[in-house]
């Protein structure tokens, strides 16, 4: 076209195409020498832009066309799908008479007894609540200790812990009777003497066992006495022998002891001390 030449015109189908050849032949024009030329030029230039607008304005006006008709065309066909017959995939939406019979549905319970070292605070007090109870003593109804139903640890029995397990534990006669004429020990007489008379009241009020006599003994010790045997180490007594080693070994050199033959000679008459002093 440049050089004169008769050639036929290009076949551009889209208005786009049209538009966009036309600028480029605009350009590739060569500059008028003329004012009126180049007012042309310019006149030429701005309907090329203006009809590019209005045809990138149409473009996206057919586009959201096609949107909405395609939108509209899948929604009319889901109405015109029955309510009998559910598209693939989809449940079958329930009807009034089967919303009647279905029961509530409920969430499955979680199982939250997990592990105790998880972290989960409900987890340990729980664990804790399990350990306390296996290792505290529960009693059956009557509240006597029974080892086939009660496999929790028996409780210690009570007592003073200087005495062995078996001792604390011994069971009294149902006819036993205190010593009612037996002063309590306070340390100022003979151990010794004193265990034996204790015990010879002990039996006769009816114990036959000296478990029950040694368990009994607190109950006739003065409260220095008491003092002492509270403060002894645990299980220290099992027996009677141990006992009157433990008590005649404390108090044997506490109290005041008779006179001898030993104590006599040793009386000396002072210078100035009467006769009637003196014996």
């Known amino acids: 076209m440049a050089d004169g030449s008769e050639e036929s015109p290009l076949a551009l189908n889209r208005a786009s195409q049209k538009i966009t050849a036309a600028a480029i032949l605009l350009r590739a024009m060569p500059e008028p020498s003329m004012p009126e030329g180049r007012n042309l030029c310019k006149e030429a230039q701005a309907l090329l832009e203006d009809a590019a607008v209005q045809q990138a304005e149409s473009s996206v006006s057919r586009i959201r066309s096609a949107a909405l008709a395609n939108a509209g065309g899948a929604a009319q066909q889901d109405r015109e799908v029955s309510v009998y017959t559910p598209p693939a995939g989809r449940a079958k939406a329930p009807m009034v008479h089967d919303c009647v019979k279905l029961p509530p549905t409920m969430e499955p319970l979680r199982d939250t007894c997990g592990n105790a070292y998880d972290g989960d605070g409900r987890n340990i007090l729980n664990q804790k609540k399990k350990d306390s109870a296996i290792h505290s003593y529960h009693p059956r109804r009557g509240g006597r200790y029974d080892s086939k139903e009660d496999r929790s640890p028996s409780p210690e029995p009570p007592g003073t812990h200087v005495f062995s397990r078996e001792i604390c534990a011994a069971s009294f006669p149902p006819c036993f009777r205190q010593p009612t004429t037996l002063t309590k020990y306070s340390g100022e007489t003979d151990p010794g003497l004193w265990l034996n008379d204790y015990r010879l009241a002990c039996q006769l009020g009816g114990a036959?066992?000296?478990?029950?006599?040694?368990?009994?003994?607190?109950?006739?010790?003065?409260?220095?006495?008491?003092?002492?045997?509270?403060?002894?180490?645990?299980?220290?007594?099992?027996?009677?022998?141990?006992?009157?080693?433990?008590?005649?070994?404390?108090?044997?050199?506490?109290?005041?002891?008779?006179?001898?033959?030993?104590?006599?000679?040793?009386?000396?008459?002072?210078?100035?001390?009467?006769?009637?002093?003196?014996?």
């Open 208 to 279: 036959t066992d000296d478990a029950i006599i040694i368990c009994n003994l607190p109950l006739h010790l003065a409260d220095s006495a008491r003092t002492w045997l509270e403060h002894l180490p645990a299980s220290q007594i099992h027996d009677w022998s141990d006992l009157v080693r433990t008590f005649a070994g404390n108090f044997q050199g506490t109290y005041v002891q008779p006179g001898n033959s030993w104590d006599l000679r040793g009386c000396r008459q002072q210078p100035d001390e009467p006769l009637r002093d003196y014996i």
